[in-house]
């Protein structure tokens, strides 16, 4: 069984050694191996190791070999088939279950070869110094934050995420990846080897990924502290190295260059659409400078936004983009002139338009944009570029101080006194609520132009009265903007002005509840998933006199206000729920891929490199090592392939672990001890066979695991083995991390005929059925992607089973299963012999289209192609399981 | 800058058709004068502002700096100022 091997790596230093050793040790880590590399060490690290010999394997090295050397040789102690998690010996194990959950990410995928997580500094209040980063051919500085910044705690980048590179203070390499791209490379004696070992991989299609469920601490360069400046001359021979390898190679990833002329402080949208769009476009390719389009004191609060701001712009660049306020479309002088703008009105001024016909394409957020330019005469082709939320930063777990009285709180910004009429929002507010109601209005007073008069006109308001909290210019980093979100229940956008606003769309991904204006680029996000304020009129704008700007209704704005906070029990839940499924909807990565695809149509980009093909285990022409899965929905024949597999030699397991039933009175070939597993972890999710889980909570994942790991210690004594449970399809990715080059069978029914088979069963509805059908065969398919697998038709079964004998077990020859026993087709054929022969029904299509075209690939065997439910598979996986979950809801009629 | 300095500075600069920063520049301009120069204020003041205009840059970036409120560049982490917002529960007594 395959397990990992913890390959912790010191230099001197026992207590910091000691300390890494006790947590870990104080971990969840099942099936590992602990090896502990003494990397010359002379101070009381060798003699106090010898404590810990009964727990870990220990490789004592005479001399300090440097980091690279130093991991090497504990790469080598590891078993042949292991995985391997290189720790440095400063890091302290906060997160009991952190190897499971990146066992989870480094099985994900197929291509996920190398692992990382996020990791704390020493501060007692939680910075985040590494998220998985980037390093720029300019600086040749690696970056562990996609900001390059260190920055406070609060839950950012908490998913699972493709990086370019990791830091190797933390590495967990799958062993596949190992075979193929080696350990790191000895050219490095310490640093920037993990950032070549990341490049070196994405060269072959292997990925770096982020488990953003893994939360460690890292005491940074602990173990080489006050080294006399050795530590700086290693960093410089490393980054020389580096550079002469790489920097062309990073250089030449760029397919064009582009200027931003922009802002990075003032006005608040326009600063955030610079920070949100610069450093994405540069990492997908286009080589940014960046242009301030009004004097300011920069505040990019963003490595690669600085970088672009030092860039020095070519006297014509490629492309010019400029996303300023008052529209100074003229700032882009390039051989393709750009803007992306927005209006406060229902029609932009006059010199605006005069400004956008001289340019070669003008973006906008949305079509009450559109509108707005072409009401005020643009000519020129404006396209949709709808600006998402950042998932990484604003989502439902943000952490923020709450009222502990438990108020319910209104939020509200005020940046411009006219635009967004803050006044009206408290008159409103007060007519809403009686003085003793339990809200609280909180606004947030924007540092900036306005801010003196804002805090003047609002301070007559709210000075006497305690429901009202006012945030007056208090600036805060960036990185921390969804935490005045968190702390509310809710967001009031009741201005006047119609631009796009940032904040609207992160309330909503936040879990709060949305009450804004119908007016302007927010009104089509508010009808839709908040509470929109009817307008009460348009008015001029008192700064653009003959544009018009909407006054909201302030009856309807206190009307509304009251709702909310009456059906705050009912709306609070449901905020929540919806919140992530409506960030997947209004992604910012997706705003960003589409604002780089108009730019290279536009700007004539030099076409992209080829992709290597993503990485897979099974194309790395290994044998299989004898552990053979069978998949396949319940009712579909995995019994009968399962007992032919055992007569062509494979062990099912001990004869009295196997279940014997009423259904299949020639057994099942199933391991007891196993299907006792599956059901407690479906269990464990709140589902079962019938009704599957639609969450995998992680403690769940860990205790099957363990579970089935003591199931396949005794298997691995005699292999070829096969393990069989319909249920199986459900969980097989999560045994991914203990098998060994597995292969997986995959049979396959007629739906329809596993549909009668269930009726006549389970009493199970057709509907029910066919999506259960469609939910098992999905996650199966998925699970055993980019491994070595192969199909069986039941079909094949009934029609000849002497020649679906002969070709199961060349194809299982063809992967290198030894020890396969030659068939007699007479025991084929007696053990194909009825009960298990079936009578074929005729052709039926009661499918829906999603589940004819499964049927479709599975009959054309195309399923099998790697490329199969990718991408967007995870989304049909999900659709198949909410299917599932509202057929049994609805009876499966 | 305090808070009230800024916004009359504002309305200044829009009287006389300059830029908040350009009428930084030429006060200072105006300062350094000689004073040997005062007999003759208008056309002193004249010059002082047309040759706001052409400011360095060095000088018109020290005077937004002027002109930027401290709240605008300084930052605090909000969650401090959340917990200041929110009254401190009376302790229960034991």
Redesign the interface.
């Known amino acids: 069984m395959r397990r990992a091997a913890l390959i912790v790596l010191a230099w001197n230093r026992w207590p910091l050694t000691r300390r890494c050793l006790d947590s870990l040790l104080a971990s969840e880590l099942d099936a590992t191996e602990i090896i502990m590399v003494d990397n010359g060490s002379n101070d009381a690290t060798p003699t106090a190791l010898a404590g810990y010999a009964d727990r870990v394997h220990v490789v004592s090295l005479r001399n300090n070999l440097g980091f690279v050397r130093g991991m090497n040789a504990g790469i080598a102690a590891a078993q042949p088939d292991d995985d391997v998690v290189l720790l440095n010996n400063d890091l302290l194990f906060t997160q009991a279950d952190w190897l499971g959950r990146l066992r989870d990410a480094a099985y994900a995928a197929p291509q996920n070869g190398i692992v990382g997580c996020r990791l704390l500094g020493p501060e007692a209040e939680g910075r985040v110094y590494h998220v998985g980063g980037f390093i720029e051919p300019d600086d040749l500085r690696g970056e562990q934050t996609e900001s390059g910044h260190v920055e406070r705690e609060v839950a950012q980048y908490p998913r699972q995420r493709r990086v370019q590179a990791i830091a190797f203070a933390l590495a967990y390499i799958r062993r596949d990846c190992l075979q193929r791209i080696g350990g790191l490379d000895t050219a490095f004696h310490s640093y920037f080897e993990d950032t070549d070992y990341c490049l070196r991989a994405a060269d072959v299609g292997i990925a770096s990924i982020v488990a953003g469920a893994v939360t460690l601490r890292h005491d940074q360069h602990g173990s080489t502290q006050g080294d006399g400046g050795f530590r700086e001359r290693l960093f410089a021979q490393s980054r020389a190295t580096f550079g002469a390898r790489w920097r062309e190679r990073l250089r030449r990833n760029y397919r064009g260059d582009a200027v931003w002329h922009g802002v990075t402080r003032f006005p608040a949208e326009h600063a955030e659409l610079a920070r949100l769009l610069v450093r994405r476009l540069d990492a997908r390719g286009l080589c940014m400078a960046f242009a301030s389009s009004m004097r300011e004191v920069a505040d990019a609060q963003d490595r690669r936004l600085e970088l672009a701001a030092r860039r020095s712009i070519p006297a014509l660049p490629g492309i010019a983009l400029v996303c300023a306020p008052d529209a100074p479309f003229a700032q882009a002088q390039a051989r393709h002139r750009v803007a992306l703008g927005f209006g406060e009105w229902e029609r932009v001024p006059e010199a605006w338009a005069q400004g956008a016909n001289a340019l070669d394409l003008l973006l906008v957020p949305d079509t009450f944009q559109r509108d707005a330019f072409r009401a005020a005469g643009v000519r020129i082709p404006i396209e949709l570029v709808p600006i998402g939320v950042d998932r990484d930063y604003c989502h439902t777990a943000v952490p923020a101080p709450r009222d502990p009285q438990g108020h319910f709180v209104f939020l509200a910004v005020a940046a411009e006194l006219a635009r967004d009429a803050p006044e009206r929002l408290v008159a409103a507010f007060r007519r809403a609520f009686a003085a003793d109601a339990a809200v609280r209005l909180l606004i947030h007073i924007q540092p900036g132009r306005d801010a003196a008069a804002i805090a003047a006109a609002l301070a007559p308001l709210w000075a006497a009265d305690a429901r009202i909290r006012v945030l007056d210019r208090w600036g805060f980093p960036w990185h921390q903007r969804a935490q005045l979100l968190a702390a509310a229940d809710a967001y009031v956008c009741a201005r006047r002005g119609g631009g796009w606003h940032a904040m609207a769309a992160e309330a909503i991904a936040c879990g709060k509840i949305l009450v804004a204006t119908d007016f302007g680029s927010q009104a089509e996000l508010v009808r839709a998933h908040g509470f929109a304020v009817a307008v009460e009129r348009l008015v001029d704008d008192p700064a653009q006199p003959g544009l018009r700007w909407a006054e909201s209704d302030e009856g309807a704005l206190s009307a509304q206000l009251r709702e909310v906070f009456e059906r705050r029990a009912e709306l609070v839940p449901r905020a929540r729920a919806q919140a992530e499924v409506f960030a997947r909807t209004c992604d910012i990565d997706v705003s960003a891929d589409r604002l780089f695809d108009v730019l290279a149509r536009v700007g004539a980009l030099a076409p992209p490199r080829v992709a290597p093909t993503p990485h897979a285990p099974a194309r790395q022409g290994q044998p299989g090592s004898g552990q053979i899965v069978v998949l396949g929905m319940h009712r579909s024949g995995t019994s009968s392939i399962a007992g032919l597999l055992a007569r062509m030699g494979v062990w099912p397991g001990p004869e009295e672990d196997l279940l014997v039933g009423p259904d299949n009175p020639k057994g099942h070939y199933e391991s007891g001890p196993l299907h006792g597993t599956c059901l407690r972890r479906l269990a464990a999710a709140g589902g079962d066979w019938q009704q599957p889980p639609t969450v995998a909570p992680p403690a769940a994942i860990d205790a099957f695991r363990r579970e089935v790991a003591s199931v396949l210690d005794v298997l691995d004594a005699r292999r070829p083995w096969l393990i069989k449970e319909p249920r199986l399809c459900l969980i097989a990715r999560e045994l991914l991390p203990l098998l060994t080059r597995p292969v997986f069978v995959h049979v396959v029914r007629d739906p329809h005929e596993v549909a009668d088979s269930l009726a006549a069963r389970n009493g199970l509805g057709r509907a029910h059925a066919f999506a259960l059908w469609e939910q098992y065969t999905r996650a199966a398919f998925a699970a055993s992607r980019g491994q070595l697998r192969l199909l069986v038709d039941y079909a094949d079964l009934l029609d000849d089973p002497v020649a679906l004998a002969n070709r199961l077990h060349a194809e299982l020859h063809a992967f290198g299963i030894e020890g396969l026993l030659a068939l007699d087709p007479a025991v084929v054929r007696e053990w194909a012999a009825p009960p298990t022969r079936r009578a074929r029904s005729e052709a039926r299509d009661e499918l829906d289209p999603a589940q004819r075209a499964l049927w479709a690939a599975i009959k054309d065997r195309s399923i099998l192609d790697d490329d199969a439910l990718q991408p967007g598979s995870d989304a049909r996986e999900a659709n198949a399981a909410a299917s599932a979950h509202h057929a049994f809801a609805r009876g499966g009629h | 800058m305090n808070?009230?300095d800024?916004?009359r500075i504002?309305a200044l600069a829009r009287a006389l058709e300059l830029s908040p920063?350009q009428l930084l520049v030429a006060a200072m301009r105006l300062a350094r004068a000689d004073a040997a120069d005062s007999a003759n204020e208008a056309e002193r003041r004249r010059r002082a502002l047309a040759q706001v205009c052409v400011a360095p840059p060095a000088t018109?970036?020290v005077a937004?700096?002027l002109l930027?409120?401290i709240?605008?560049?300084?930052?605090?982490?909000?969650?401090r100022?959340?917990?200041n917002?929110?009254?401190?529960?009376p302790s229960a007594d034991v």
Request: proline share 10%.
């Open positions: 808070a009230f800024a916004p504002d920063r018109e970036a937004a700096l930027t409120p709240a605008s560049y300084a930052q605090d982490d909000i969650d100022a959340l917990a917002l929110w009254p401190v529960l």
